[in-house]
């Protein structure tokens, strides 16, 4: 029961609202910004002139413009200028990436991630050689990290790490590489692998403009990123989604969590590998199986057939509980779910209600195997859009 | 993306939030207004005398002052002036009642629900009824309704209605009887039982300050109420929670709604008293297993035992999605729970993750069995608490 804000709180949030819209949308006619932010046009000029004036989007004559009459000047973010680091530890690989505002990659890194390997110093050598290169007038407003706690042992078995332990070194870690550099850099804020691709794929991906959205993440391990009335689901101590611990099969193998029958003893990496008589482990040996499977390895299909039926029934629980107007499959389900395409849609068909099911669309996501790392790159950029002047300030 | 509101929009939000603490809190003083609602004294002035104008409070000077100098006036809500109707429509009885601005039952009627019976008009007679007694001078402010799509039928056996056309029913014949006394009533607001059990725990029970809430309503079937991040998890189409559809038993017994396994089937009415080998139907068979169970009978104590293990299975599974600083047990859940607790907390250890569980507290209603109604009245006065003087006006 807050009560309202004050003139100064009000312009500062209009910056917000303001830089977020070409943040997100790209470069905008100040007509349209106008048009859709529901200000007037000169509010719109004095908001633009501060911005402009912090140095995070710069105007220019449209590239277009052709009629006869004054141009509307086009508001765009200064990516190259203005940046965030964006990292991502998954099980098999680490990415890093140095992403401009308006969410433009400038620059990629990826290694694979071996047996219980350092996590940190790989993506710290890549800020210490991206900040030695970069110019003197670019600032950096943020990173984020993209975290899963699964890793894996040198005999190939995934186990569940200390993710609060984790998530304090790696920020640590890399806070304190990136402050050899840039004196007030702010902390590296970490979230959870499937939170930040389901935020990614809402922001910039298949999701926009889904208010109700399920993102499943597999890699090794199953995650969920829960989006619900346009807001995550992360729970009382932000540990919420994790629905591979959902246990479908009561009589099902022991999971690691130390649960029984948990969904991701049906659909993770185990289960479609084992099922398919192979060794072998990571998304390519998944890969490996769904090839197979359509060229026609009868106990690949059967082995994809299988996992499909288990992803179907797990998701037709989850859309009975959320009633969500996408469900998204992500990391290995990506290819498992198109794979078995027939067996998900039966099973939701015969377990969800009608009401709750009939307008859900499944689908994978637009920015493949890199929504963690944008994801990540919008927890980066969240300070600088919430009160823009404070953040390019610092 | 919006922008921010008009000096207009912010007084008509303001009068709003102070309404709805006063409501919500009870009488407060001014002084107290000032310091909660983080607005100056002269402010709350305004927004005090706009709502005492519009009949929606009065100001009295507080019944213990006892210090020196000037007392700070008491802003009480018009309880007895403004009211609003709150109905619920659960599968063996009908309750209706007239709410007073503040939460103050002023009336208050129960029928049981007969297999396959009319559920409006027991509750328009309720409604005509009242209106004939009450002043010229009262206003009534919106109507909202509790409404289970379960129905019983003369064998006794539940099923699952249509959701939609109850609802359209219901809202249409208690409109229509409200209006003959009332030109501008507006239309009956109608949401699920489980959802406004939940917002009544979370604005007036035992929920108050939790922001992830999980209320199960058991009434023969389950539903929940789920409260994420302070709001209401209602899904796409407005059908999220339907918790009892989870199917936690592949192997399990067929379920109305056409899947097999549902969780329902293991915690609902039948399963309870299928496996105490009992008759009988509704809230008191299910309260008879639990007393039996309590005074010794072995058998109803093996039933609520292995009813309590698939409650705490299903809880566990909810509590691994959402991570909930709470859980309600709800309806006819309540007993069951209360005497099966050692099988709940057993359940969630084993099959919980520690970093979703460790914080949860397992609860029962503050508000009991009529959470449903007073979280009919919360709907109903939405629309005031949203806007006091259209509202009002009107």
């Known amino acids: 029961m807050r009560a309202s804000p004050t003139q100064e709180e009000i312009r500062r949030h209009n910056l917000g609202v303001l830089l977020r819209y070409v943040h997100v949308k790209g470069p905008t006619s100040r007509a349209e910004l106008t048009a859709s932010l529901g200000l007037n046009r000169s509010t719109i000029g004095a908001l633009t002139a501060d911005l402009t004036a912090a140095g995070l989007v710069r105007e220019e004559l449209p590239r277009d413009h052709g009629r006869t009459g004054r141009p509307s000047l086009v508001v765009r973010p200064e990516h190259e200028r203005v940046y965030a680091y964006a990292f991502a530890v998954e099980v098999d690989r680490l990415t890093a990436a140095r992403v401009g505002l308006g969410g433009v990659v400038l620059d990629r890194h990826e290694v694979p991630r071996g047996p219980d390997a ?4 790989p993506l710290a050598a890549f800020v210490r050689r991206t900040e030695s290169a970069v110019g003197a007038d670019t600032v950096c407003v943020g990173s984020g990290a993209a975290v899963s706690a699964m890793a894996r ?13 984790l998530e304090e ?7 304190a590489a990136l402050s050899e550099f840039r ?3 702010p902390p590296v804020a970490v ?4 939170d930040l691709a389901a935020l990614a794929e809402h922001t910039r991906g298949v999701a926009v403009g889904c208010d109700n959205v399920i993102y499943l993440h597999g890699d090794a391990g199953v995650g969920g990123g829960i989006i619900a009335g346009g807001r ?3 729970g009382h101590g932000g540990h919420g989604g994790e629905v591979g611990h959902m246990v479908v099969n009561p009589q099902g193998r022991g999971c690691g969590c130390g649960s029984q029958g948990c969904w991701e003893t049906e659909i993770g990496e185990y289960a479609l590998l084992r099922a398919a008589d192979r060794d072998g482990t990571g998304r390519q040996a998944v890969s490996d199986v769904v090839d197979a499977a359509r060229r026609g390895d009868v106990v690949a299909q059967a082995a994809v057939r299988q996992v499909g039926r288990w992803l179907g029934f797990g998701v037709a629980n989850l859309v009975n509980i959320f009633n969500p107007e ?4 992500g990391g290995t389900l990506r290819d498992v779910y198109l794979a078995s395409a027939t067996q998900v849609r039966e099973r939701l068909t015969r377990m969800a209600l009608p009401a709750c099911r009939e307008h859900v669309r499944l689908r994978t996501p637009d920015l493949a195997d890199d929504a963690p790392l944008y994801g990540a790159a919008e ?6 859009l919430a009160d823009p002047l404070d953040a390019a300030a610092a």
């Open 118 to 121: 350092d996590v940190v110093e």
């Open 153 to 165: 042992r040198a005999d190939g078995r995934v186990y569940l790490g200390d993710a609060a332990e």
């Open 169 to 175: 070194t790696l920020a640590a870690g890399l806070t």
């Open 183 to 185: 004196k007030a850099a």
């Open 191 to 194: 979230r959870n692998v499937a």
């Open 232 to 234: 995550a689901v992360t």
């Open 326 to 329: 996408m469900v998204i499959f």
């Open 379 to 384: 927890l980066a950029f969240e300070r600088l």
